[in-house]
C-alpha cells in the first residue's frame, strides 16, 4: 500500500475500543500508507493517549508534525483521549465538523475528534454510535446520494435511514455481542464440536428468528439440536441466523439496503436479505470510512489546519 | 427440619445441573429430613452418578435400600445418570409415570427417574423442561386442578398453560442465562458501580423490554446509563427488568397467573405482572415439587416397589 511518491496532507485515525488503524492520506482522500495496531482504548494505560499514539505512529515521525490530524470512533468516548459530546439527528458533514473537539497532539499541534451520533430509536430509546456516522458519510458520497437505507453489520449492528445525504434515525441491535457471549459463555455454545458453516442452519434459525420473543427463539439453539434439526457441528449457523434474523424481521424496505462493513459478515447478512426477498448492496467498510473521512477533511481545511 | 418420628417409605431427589437435593418422605408426603450439596451433574466425574450419589446420601445409609427412589430434573438427560425420553405434550401425572425409567440403586435395588416434557412452542419450535413438569403437577394438587397459567422464572423460564390437570403447552424464555452472562460478559455489565435494586429503573426496563426487538431494547442498558436516565449502580435493575418485560410483553391472560420458583425472584415478576394489570399468584418452588413428586409416588407405588 505504501506510496511515498504522493503527497501527504492529513491522516485518518480510526480508533476504536479495540483495534487502532491510522492512513497515510493525500488531499484527494487516497491512502499513501496505513499502519494497524491491536492497541484499542482498552490496551491503553491510564489515559496516556498521546505517548501511545506517538508511539502507534512513530513509522511516520518524520512528516506527521506537519499534518492534519484526524480521529473517529470510540477515541471520542468517555473511555477515550476525549469525551466529545454526541451530535443529535438529524446528522450532516457539517454537523460533524461543527462539533469537533481537539487534543492535544504529543508533537503540540491540535488534532481533532469527529464526534458521534444520537437519536431517539423506533422504540423511543436513545441510541448512540460513534465510527459508524463517519463510514455514512462516505457511503452518501460513494453513493452519490442515493442511499436511504443501510445496515453496518459488527458487534453493535446498525440500522440507518438516510434523506438528502443526512443520517436522520438509526437503531442498534446487539447481533454481535450476543452471538460472541452466548456461544462462549451460554449453554447454547456449551460442548460443541468444531463448528462448521452451513447454510441451511443459518437460513433454518434466520426464519425462526423472524419470529420475535428473542429470548425465547435463541432456546431453539439448543432444542433443534438436541432432536437432530441442527447438527452439532452447524449449531453457530443456526445461532447466528436466529440473531441476524432476529435483526432483520421489521425490515421492509424498497431499494437497495446498503450492507456496509467486513465483506465475509455483509454476505452472510446479503444471503439472509435476499432469502427474505429483499434486495441488498455490499460496501466495502473501510472504503466507507475513509470517503467520510476524506468529505469531513476537505470540507473542515480551515478550520483543521488551526494548530 | 429432620422429624425422625415420623415413618419414611420413600426419598425424592432433584438432581439438576448445579445442584443435588434429597428429600426424606412419610408415604403422604411430610417431609422428615433433607439433604442438600452443591454436586450437580457437571460435578459428577466420569459418569459414576450410582457412587456419588452414596456417598450424597450417607447419612441415611441405615434406612435408605429399604426405601423407593424417585429422581427428577437433569439427571434424566444425556448429561445425566440415564438419558430418559422426554413425554410429549399433552403431559399428566400417568403420562410421566409410565415413561418413568429405572436406574440400579448402589444397593442393588431400581431407583425412577421421572421423564421431562417436550412440545411444539407457539413459533413451531421444539421446545423441553426438565423438572418443571414434577412442579406443575404438584401446583395443580395444591389449587385443586384450577390452575389454567403458571409462569416457573429460573434460568430459563417456562410459561406453561394447564387444561384439566394436564400441561398442554408451554414456552422457554432464556431470561435468567441471559441477565447473567450479559452481566458478566458484556458491554452492558462493564465497569459498573456496586449494585442496588431499583423498583423504577426496574420497570422503567420491563415497559422497554414489552416493546419487542430484543436485541435493540438490550442496547438501551447502555444508553439510558449514558444519558443519566438510569444510574451506574441501577443498571442491572434496569437490564432485569427489559429481559422480564420481553418475556411478559406479549401475556394476555384471565385468571391470576401462577408463579412458581424462588420467592425474591417471583416478587419480582410479580411487580411487573402487576404494573401490567394482570394478576398473579406466588407458590413456592419447592412445595410444588414435593407435592409433584408425591402425587408421582402415590399414583405409582407398586411399579416403584419393584426392586
Redesign the interface.
Known sequence: MTNMSLKASWVAVDWGTSNFRAFLMTPEGQTIDKLTASCGLLAVPNGQFSDTFQQLVSPWADSINSLSVLFAGMVGS?QGWRDVPYVSLPVSPDALIQNMADVTLPWGKKGWIVPGATGD???D????MRGEEVQLMGLVSLTDNCVTHAILPGT?SKHVHVKSGELTHF?????G??FS??K????LGRQLPEQQHCDTSYLLGVD?GR??????????A???R??N?VAPENVESYLSGV?IG??L??LNEDGPIYLVGDEKLCQRYLLAIEHLDLQGKIMSGDECFLAGMTTIYQQSRNRCHVA
Chains 1, 2 share one sequence.
Open positions: 468517555q430509536n423506533d422504540f430509546l436513545p441510541d448512540v453493535h437503531q442498534t441491535y446487539m447481533t455481542e450476543l457471549v452466548l462462549q459463555h451460554s449453554i425462526a419470529k420475535g420473543a428473542l429470548s425465547s427463539v435463541l432456546f431453539s439448543r432444542t433443534q438436541l432432536f434439526h440473531l432476529a435483526e424481521g421489521t
